[in-house]
T-cell receptor, first 115, second 114 residues
Framework: DQQVKQNSPSLSVQEGRISILNCDYT??????FLWYKKYPAEGPTFLISISSIKDKNEDGRFTVFLNKSAKHLSLHIVPSQPGDSAVYFCAASARSGGSNYKLTFGKGTLLTVNP | EAQVTQNPRYLITVTGKKLTVTCSQNMNHEYMSWYRQDPGLGLRQIYY???????DKGDVPEGYKVSRKEKRNFPLILESPSPNQTSLYFC?????????????FGPGTRLTVT
C-alpha cells in the first residue's frame, strides 16, 4: 500500500514556464513533507519542506503548497530552467508521532525542462 | 567539503558471497540511514541508526545487517546476497531534531547480484 503517490512519472515543460509537480498521500498521521531532487548518478538532495501547520512555503523559485483536506501537495518551479531537469521525490513523515525520522518516499517524477 | 561517501560505487557479485558497502559522513551527524531504490518503488528504508551502537530496522531489513561502532561510519552488510538484492543503494545522514528530515545522501552504490 503506497502511502505517498506521485502519479505522473514524467513531466516536460518549456524553459521559463511554470513546472507543477504533484504528490498525494494517504496517511493522515503525516505532518511534515519534503521534496528532494535527484540528478543521474547522484544521491537525492533536499530541496524544500513544509509543515502541516502551513499551507505554503516559498524558497526562491520553488514553492510548495499543501492542501491537508485533500491530502495533496504540489511543488511549483517558476521560472523553470534547463538545470531543473531531474527526478523529484516527494517524501512525508509523521514527525509528531515519534516516527524515528522515517521518511516515506513517492516513486518520483522525471522533470524535463526544454530550452 | 561536507559529504556522505559510499564505496564501492558499482559492484557485481555472485549469490552467496558476503559483501560490505561502506558509508562515511564528515558532518558529525547522529542519524544515519540506508535506503534502496528500485524501479517503480521509490526509495525504501532498510536500516537506520540514531547514534553510535543504536540501530533499528526500516521497512525492508530482510537480508541486511548494519553496525554503528563509530559516529561517522555506517556499513551495510549483505551476509549472503541474492538476486533480489540487486538495487541502487543510498546512505543518508543528518543531525537529530528538526533537521533530521532534511537528510544528506551519498552518491549511491549500484549492486548487481547474479
Amino acid at each position: 500500500d503506497q502511502q505517498v503517490k506521485q502519479n505522473s512519472p514524467s513531466l516536460s515543460v518549456q524553459e521559463g514556464r511554470i513546472s507543477i509537480l504533484n504528490c498525494d498521500y494517504t496517511n493522515s498521521m503525516f505532518d511534515y513533507f519534503l521534496w528532494y531532487k535527484k540528478y543521474p548518478a547522484e544521491g537525492p538532495t533536499f530541496l524544500i519542506s513544509i509543515s502541516s501547520i502551513k499551507d505554503k512555503n516559498e524558497d526562491g523559485r520553488f514553492t510548495v503548497f499543501l492542501n491537508k483536506s485533500a491530502k495533496h501537495l504540489s511543488l511549483h518551479i517558476v521560472p523553470s530552467q534547463p538545470g531543473d531537469s531531474a527526478v523529484y521525490f516527494c517524501a512525508a513523515s509523521a514527525r509528531s508521532g515519534g516516527s524515528n525520522y522515517k521518511l516515506t518516499f513517492g516513486k518520483g517524477t522525471l522533470l524535463t525542462v526544454n530550452p | 567539503e561536507a559529504q556522505v561517501t559510499q564505496n564501492p560505487r558499482y559492484l557485481i557479485t555472485v549469490t552467496g558471497k558476503k559483501l560490505t558497502v561502506t558509508c562515511s559522513q564528515n558532518m558529525n551527524h547522529e542519524y544515519m540511514s540506508w535506503y534502496r531504490q528500485d524501479p517503480g518503488l521509490g526509495l525504501r528504508q532498510i536500516y537506520y541508526s540514531m547514534n553510535v551502537e543504536v540501530t533499528d530496522k526500516g521497512d525492508v531489513p530482510e537480508g541486511y545487517k548494519v553496525s554503528r561502532k563509530e559516529k561517522r561510519n555506517f556499513p551495510l552488510i549483505l551476509e549472503s546476497p541474492s538476486p533480489n538484492q540487486t538495487s541502487l543503494y543510498f546512505c543518508a545522514s543528518s543531525f537529530l531534531g528538526r533537521e533530521a528530515y532534511e537528510q544528506y545522501f551519498g552518491p549511491g552504490t549500484r549492486l548487481t547480484v547474479t
